[in-house]
């Protein structure tokens, strides 16, 4: 193959590449990784939330079974002095006296801590109540999650089977250019943004688009075949 038509099969692996870069950047910037990504923060922040909740609602919990083992204690303390008192055992009035307010006593303490534990429970209704509606945002915010993962498997499998069908045109061009100048093309295109050919239109660099001075355009149109030029501005490999 001579070199013009080396650099003409170049310019060509240079437009299946740029069409590579180019699906490669909307694989990587689909709107439905971005959404993806914004669904599993707010997935994560719900969570947080839930934990938070749900050790307040344990925290209330304990308390109140703490509060209702003691009230039972209380109760039964009372019954059996109670049970004492009736039993007959016991006939001394002062001392039935005594017991009585005894029995009394446990009483009001058991009805204070009843008390209390009501106030626990009304303050556990509206902690339930917000973890069961962040629990309806989860469970449909997994929906939509599921949702956005299937829509973005669907667009990349569909722009991946793009990038296999250009990638094997691109490689069937690569094969039949001299493997040094393929090369070369490589080096330069690692260098730049991802152009390592272009045309030279009139003084114009197509890979940058800026301007190259009037005698160096001349001396690479003078220049013989086989002969590389380079664009000084972009560094990629000129094509006259
Ligand atoms: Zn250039």
């Known amino acids: ?44 922040t719900l969570a947080v939330r839930m934990r938070a909740l749900s050790e307040e609602r344990a925290g209330l919990a304990r308390e109140e079974q703490r509060l209702g083992d003691e009230a ?57 109540r917000a973890l069961a509606e962040l629990d309806a945002q989860r469970v449909q915010l997994a929906a939509e999650l599921n949702a956005v993962r299937s829509a973005l498997e669907r667009a990349e499998a569909g722009i991946d089977d793009e990038m296999s069908a250009e990638q094997k045109a691109r490689d069937a061009i690569a094969g039949e250019i001299d493997p040094s100048l393929v090369a070369e093309y490589e080096r330069r295109r690692a260098r730049t943004q991802g152009v390592g050919v272009a045309r030279l239109v009139g003084n114009t660099c197509q890979g940058c688009h800026l301007t190259i001075p009037s005698t160096e355009v001349e001396r690479i149109r003078r220049a013989p075949e086989g002969s590389l030029a380079f664009c000084d501005n972009c560094g990629c490999i000129l094509v006259p």
């Open 1 to 44: 193959m001579s070199s013009a038509t080396g650099l003409a099969s170049l310019l060509e692996l240079q437009e299946h590449d740029g069409t590579l870069d180019r699906l490669q950047h909307r694989r990587d910037t689909l709107p439905e990784r971005d959404a993806l990504a914004r669904g599993e923060a707010t997935a994560r």
């Open 72 to 128: 039972g204690s209380l109760r039964a303390r009372a019954a059996d002095v109670e049970a004492k008192m009736y039993s007959g055992s016991v006939s001394s009035p002062r001392e039935l006296q005594a017991m009585q307010a005894d029995v009394d006593q446990l009483r009001r303490h058991e009805q204070s801590l009843e008390g209390h534990e009501l106030e626990l429970m009304e303050a556990l209704e509206p902690v339930e």
